[in-house]
Protein backbone atom coordinates (compact mmCIF):
# COMPACT_ATOMS: atom_id res chain seq x y z
CA UNK A 1 0.00 0.00 0.00
CA UNK A 2 1.41 3.26 -0.92
CA UNK A 3 1.16 5.89 1.70
CA UNK A 4 2.38 9.76 1.71
CA UNK A 5 2.56 12.26 -0.56
CA UNK A 6 1.46 10.99 -4.23
CA UNK A 7 1.74 13.94 -7.05
CA UNK A 8 -0.75 14.35 -9.40
CA UNK A 9 2.00 14.99 -11.83
CA UNK A 10 1.66 17.81 -14.37
CA UNK A 11 2.58 17.00 -18.24
CA UNK A 12 5.32 19.45 -18.93
CA UNK A 13 4.93 20.97 -22.83
CA UNK A 14 6.86 23.00 -24.72
CA UNK A 15 5.42 26.53 -25.92
CA UNK A 16 4.13 24.64 -29.13
CA UNK A 17 1.72 22.14 -27.11
CA UNK A 18 4.17 19.24 -27.52
CA UNK A 19 5.44 17.04 -24.71
CA UNK A 20 8.38 18.26 -22.74
CA UNK A 21 10.25 15.04 -22.49
CA UNK A 22 13.39 16.79 -20.49
CA UNK A 23 11.71 18.37 -18.08
CA UNK A 24 9.16 15.41 -17.30
CA UNK A 25 12.51 14.22 -16.70
CA UNK A 26 13.70 16.86 -14.23
CA UNK A 27 10.61 16.29 -12.55
CA UNK A 28 10.71 13.01 -11.89
CA UNK A 29 14.08 13.50 -10.12
CA UNK A 30 13.28 16.32 -8.35
CA UNK A 31 9.84 14.22 -6.40
CA UNK A 32 12.60 11.37 -5.77
CA UNK A 33 14.85 13.90 -4.00
CA UNK A 34 12.22 15.43 -1.91
CA UNK A 35 10.48 12.31 -0.60
CA UNK A 36 7.57 12.25 -2.87
CA UNK A 37 5.82 8.48 -1.76
CA UNK A 38 4.45 7.99 -6.10
CA UNK A 39 4.05 9.74 -8.98
CA UNK A 40 1.01 10.07 -10.65
CA UNK A 41 0.96 10.32 -14.17
CA UNK A 42 -1.51 11.63 -16.26
CA UNK A 43 -4.03 12.11 -14.21
CA UNK A 44 -6.55 15.41 -14.93
CA UNK A 45 -3.42 17.70 -13.60
CA UNK A 46 -1.51 15.50 -16.10
CA UNK A 47 -3.69 16.88 -19.13
CA UNK A 48 -5.05 13.67 -19.51
CA UNK A 49 -8.16 14.49 -21.44
CA UNK A 50 -6.15 16.41 -24.29
CA UNK A 51 -3.29 13.84 -24.83
CA UNK A 52 -3.49 11.38 -27.16
CA UNK A 53 -3.76 7.49 -26.65
CA UNK A 54 -0.34 7.38 -27.82
CA UNK A 55 1.13 9.54 -25.93
CA UNK A 56 -0.64 8.77 -22.95
CA UNK A 57 0.56 5.59 -23.31
CA UNK A 58 4.12 7.28 -23.92
CA UNK A 59 4.63 9.43 -20.76
CA UNK A 60 3.53 6.72 -18.61
CA UNK A 61 6.23 4.66 -20.33
CA UNK A 62 8.52 7.48 -19.79
CA UNK A 63 7.68 7.33 -16.16
CA UNK A 64 8.53 4.63 -14.78
CA UNK A 65 11.27 4.13 -16.83
CA UNK A 66 12.63 7.41 -15.24
CA UNK A 67 11.85 5.98 -11.73
CA UNK A 68 14.05 3.17 -12.06
CA UNK A 69 12.25 1.44 -9.03
CA UNK A 70 13.08 4.11 -7.15
CA UNK A 71 10.14 5.36 -6.38
CA UNK A 72 5.98 3.75 -7.61
CA UNK A 73 4.62 5.14 -10.34
CA UNK A 74 0.48 5.80 -10.36
CA UNK A 75 -0.95 6.06 -14.00
CA UNK A 76 -4.00 7.55 -15.09
CA UNK A 77 -6.35 4.92 -17.26
CA UNK A 78 -9.81 5.79 -16.42
CA UNK A 79 -12.31 6.68 -19.13
CA UNK A 80 -15.90 7.29 -19.64
CA UNK A 81 -15.59 4.32 -21.87
CA UNK A 82 -15.05 0.54 -20.22
CA UNK A 83 -13.32 -0.70 -23.22
CA UNK A 84 -11.54 2.28 -23.60
CA UNK A 85 -10.06 2.23 -19.48
CA UNK A 86 -9.32 -1.45 -20.01
CA UNK A 87 -7.27 -0.65 -22.77
CA UNK A 88 -5.76 2.22 -21.28
CA UNK A 89 -5.12 -0.22 -18.10
CA UNK A 90 -3.68 -3.03 -19.94
CA UNK A 91 -1.14 -0.46 -21.60
CA UNK A 92 0.10 0.56 -18.06
CA UNK A 93 0.30 -2.88 -16.80
CA UNK A 94 2.50 -3.63 -19.25
CA UNK A 95 4.39 -0.47 -18.99
CA UNK A 96 5.23 -1.47 -15.29
CA UNK A 97 2.81 0.81 -13.52
CA UNK A 98 2.71 0.10 -10.19
CA UNK A 99 -1.05 0.93 -9.63
CA UNK A 100 -3.61 2.53 -11.68
CA UNK A 101 -5.97 5.37 -11.38
CA UNK A 102 -9.38 4.96 -12.32
CA UNK A 103 -11.67 8.03 -12.95
CA UNK A 104 -15.26 7.46 -12.85
CA UNK A 105 -16.87 7.83 -16.42
CA UNK A 106 -17.45 11.78 -17.06
CA UNK A 107 -20.16 12.88 -18.92
CA UNK A 108 -22.21 9.80 -20.17
CA UNK A 109 -23.13 9.78 -15.97
CA UNK A 110 -23.78 6.34 -15.75
CA UNK A 111 -25.93 4.97 -12.32
CA UNK A 112 -24.58 3.90 -9.34
CA UNK A 113 -24.97 0.04 -10.43
CA UNK A 114 -23.32 0.95 -13.73
CA UNK A 115 -20.41 2.70 -11.68
CA UNK A 116 -20.14 -0.89 -10.12
CA UNK A 117 -20.04 -2.99 -13.12
CA UNK A 118 -17.98 -0.25 -14.97
CA UNK A 119 -15.17 -0.76 -12.17
CA UNK A 120 -15.51 -4.43 -11.58
CA UNK A 121 -15.22 -5.02 -15.66
CA UNK A 122 -12.12 -3.37 -15.25
CA UNK A 123 -10.52 -4.84 -11.82
CA UNK A 124 -11.54 -8.57 -13.33
CA UNK A 125 -9.88 -7.18 -16.71
CA UNK A 126 -6.83 -6.85 -15.58
CA UNK A 127 -4.58 -8.00 -12.82
CA UNK A 128 -2.82 -4.58 -11.63
CA UNK A 129 -3.33 -2.67 -7.89
CA UNK A 130 -6.45 0.07 -9.00
CA UNK A 131 -7.35 3.28 -6.88
CA UNK A 132 -10.67 4.37 -7.87
CA UNK A 133 -11.23 8.27 -8.07
CA UNK A 134 -14.29 10.47 -7.37
CA UNK A 135 -14.24 13.84 -8.46
CA UNK A 136 -17.71 14.73 -9.10
CA UNK A 137 -16.74 18.77 -9.09
CA UNK A 138 -15.16 17.42 -12.81
CA UNK A 139 -17.14 14.35 -13.58
CA UNK A 140 -20.43 15.26 -13.15
CA UNK A 141 -21.00 11.99 -11.11
CA UNK A 142 -20.66 11.39 -7.48
CA UNK A 143 -20.28 7.79 -7.08
CA UNK A 144 -21.24 6.94 -3.61
CA UNK A 145 -19.44 5.88 -0.14
CA UNK A 146 -21.99 2.77 -0.45
CA UNK A 147 -21.08 1.59 -3.80
CA UNK A 148 -17.44 2.35 -2.51
CA UNK A 149 -17.88 -0.18 -0.02
CA UNK A 150 -19.47 -2.70 -2.28
CA UNK A 151 -16.16 -2.27 -4.49
CA UNK A 152 -13.77 -2.52 -1.94
CA UNK A 153 -13.81 -6.52 -1.38
CA UNK A 154 -12.89 -7.17 -5.03
CA UNK A 155 -9.51 -7.96 -6.30
CA UNK A 156 -6.93 -5.87 -7.60
CA UNK A 157 -9.24 -2.62 -5.92
CA UNK A 158 -6.50 -0.89 -3.56
CA UNK A 159 -7.74 2.54 -3.03
CA UNK A 160 -9.68 5.41 -3.37
CA UNK A 161 -8.90 9.09 -4.30
CA UNK A 162 -11.79 10.98 -2.53
CA UNK A 163 -12.23 14.52 -4.38
CA UNK A 164 -14.79 15.59 -2.84
CA UNK A 165 -13.50 17.78 -0.22
CA UNK A 166 -15.96 16.09 2.36
CA UNK A 167 -14.36 15.67 5.29
CA UNK A 168 -17.14 13.81 6.95
CA UNK A 169 -17.94 11.68 4.05
CA UNK A 170 -13.99 10.88 4.19
CA UNK A 171 -14.21 9.93 7.72
CA UNK A 172 -17.33 7.16 6.74
CA UNK A 173 -15.33 6.41 4.02
CA UNK A 174 -12.02 5.15 6.31
CA UNK A 175 -14.37 3.57 8.79
CA UNK A 176 -16.46 1.74 6.44
CA UNK A 177 -13.47 0.48 3.55
CA UNK A 178 -10.28 1.85 5.86
CA UNK A 179 -9.11 -1.71 6.70
CA UNK A 180 -9.36 -3.11 3.54
CA UNK A 181 -8.24 -0.67 0.97
CA UNK A 182 -6.06 2.82 1.32
CA UNK A 183 -8.37 6.02 1.43
CA UNK A 184 -6.67 9.09 -0.33
CA UNK A 185 -7.54 12.63 -0.10
CA UNK A 186 -7.51 13.85 -3.84
CA UNK A 187 -8.28 17.66 -2.39
CA UNK A 188 -5.45 19.55 -0.45
CA UNK A 189 -7.34 22.01 1.53
CA UNK A 190 -8.49 19.10 4.27
CA UNK A 191 -5.97 16.27 3.03
CA UNK A 192 -4.76 16.94 6.63
CA UNK A 193 -8.05 16.32 8.07
CA UNK A 194 -8.67 12.75 6.22
CA UNK A 195 -5.18 11.49 6.46
CA UNK A 196 -5.13 12.40 10.75
CA UNK A 197 -8.38 10.85 10.82
CA UNK A 198 -6.69 7.17 9.38
CA UNK A 199 -6.48 8.32 5.31
CA UNK A 200 -3.64 6.98 4.05
CA UNK A 201 -2.28 10.11 2.09
CA UNK A 202 -2.48 12.82 -0.67
CA UNK A 203 -2.74 12.62 -4.29
CA UNK A 204 -1.82 16.56 -4.25
CA UNK A 205 -1.60 18.89 -7.02
CA UNK A 206 0.28 21.46 -4.62
CA UNK A 207 2.61 18.55 -3.92
CA UNK A 208 3.70 19.77 -7.82
CA UNK A 209 5.19 23.11 -6.55
CA UNK A 210 5.92 22.45 -2.81
CA UNK A 211 7.03 18.27 -2.95
CA UNK A 212 9.20 18.33 -0.05
CA UNK A 213 6.56 20.65 2.10
CA UNK A 214 3.56 18.28 0.91
CA UNK A 215 5.46 15.18 2.22
CA UNK A 216 6.00 16.30 5.49
CA UNK A 217 2.86 16.94 5.78
CA UNK A 218 1.97 13.72 5.26
CA UNK A 219 3.94 12.00 7.55
CA UNK A 220 3.10 14.21 10.15
CA UNK A 221 -0.24 13.68 9.60
CA UNK A 222 -0.16 10.26 8.66
CA UNK A 223 2.06 9.86 11.92
CA UNK A 224 -1.10 11.56 14.35
CA UNK A 225 1.21 14.86 14.56
CA UNK A 226 -1.67 17.49 14.70
CA UNK A 227 0.59 20.04 16.16
CA UNK A 228 3.09 19.45 13.26
CA UNK A 229 1.16 18.99 10.62
CA UNK A 230 -0.81 22.12 10.80
CA UNK A 231 2.45 24.26 11.25
CA UNK A 232 2.98 23.10 7.18
CA UNK A 233 -0.78 22.89 6.41
CA UNK A 234 -1.41 26.95 7.16
CA UNK A 235 1.23 28.14 5.28
CA UNK A 236 0.59 25.66 2.62
CA UNK A 237 -2.76 27.10 2.53
CA UNK A 238 -2.97 30.30 0.57
CA UNK A 239 -0.91 27.71 -2.16
CA UNK A 240 -3.51 25.39 -1.92
CA UNK A 241 -6.30 28.05 -2.77
CA UNK A 242 -4.69 29.56 -5.32
CA UNK A 243 -4.05 27.09 -7.62
CA UNK A 244 -7.70 26.66 -8.24
CA UNK A 245 -8.35 30.07 -9.21
CA UNK A 246 -8.95 29.01 -12.97
CA UNK A 247 -9.22 25.10 -14.00
CA UNK A 248 -6.28 22.86 -12.51
CA UNK A 249 -3.53 22.49 -13.90
CA UNK A 250 -3.53 26.06 -15.42
CA UNK A 251 -2.44 27.83 -12.11
CA UNK A 252 0.03 25.24 -11.02
CA UNK A 253 1.96 24.92 -14.53
CA UNK A 254 2.16 29.13 -14.36
CA UNK A 255 3.94 28.37 -11.15
CA UNK A 256 5.64 25.74 -12.09
CA UNK A 257 7.16 27.94 -15.40
CA UNK A 258 7.77 31.06 -12.99
CA UNK A 259 10.08 28.97 -11.16
CA UNK A 260 12.07 27.81 -14.01
CA UNK A 261 10.68 23.93 -13.87
CA UNK A 262 8.54 23.81 -16.87
CA UNK A 263 8.23 26.04 -19.96
CA UNK A 264 5.11 27.68 -20.41
CA UNK A 265 3.21 25.50 -22.57
CA UNK A 266 -0.51 24.33 -22.17
CA UNK A 267 -2.68 22.27 -24.75
CA UNK A 268 -6.22 23.97 -25.95
CA UNK A 269 -9.08 24.64 -24.74
CA UNK A 270 -6.71 25.74 -21.37
CA UNK A 271 -5.07 28.72 -21.75
CA UNK A 272 -1.76 30.37 -19.62
CA UNK A 273 -3.17 31.57 -16.22
CA UNK A 274 -4.90 34.99 -16.71
CA UNK A 275 -2.63 37.90 -15.57
CA UNK A 276 -5.21 39.02 -13.00
CA UNK A 277 -4.31 36.26 -11.03
CA UNK A 278 -0.52 36.60 -11.28
CA UNK A 279 0.43 38.41 -8.02
CA UNK A 280 -2.46 35.77 -6.07
CA UNK A 281 -0.24 32.98 -7.25
CA UNK A 282 3.07 34.79 -6.85
CA UNK A 283 2.00 35.46 -2.76
CA UNK A 284 1.26 32.27 -2.29
CA UNK A 285 4.24 31.14 -3.49
CA UNK A 286 5.79 33.21 -1.64
CA UNK A 287 3.94 32.65 1.97
CA UNK A 288 4.83 29.30 1.31
CA UNK A 289 8.49 29.55 1.43
CA UNK A 290 9.08 28.71 -2.76
Known amino acids: MITGSIVALVTPMHEDGNVDWGSLERLVEMHVAAGTAAIGAVGTTGESATLSVPEHCEVIRFCVKQAGGRIPVVAGTGSNSTREAIELTEAAADAGADACLLVTPYYNRPTQRGLYEHFAAIAEAVPVPQILYNV ?155
Open 136 to 290: PGRTAVDMSNDTVEQLAPLDHIVGIKDATGDTARGRDLVARCGEQIAIYSGDDPTAMELMLAGGHGNISVTANIAPAAMAELCSKALAGDREGAEVINDRLGPLNTALFLEANPIPVKWALHQRGLVESGIRLPLTVLDEQYHGEVLAALEAAGI
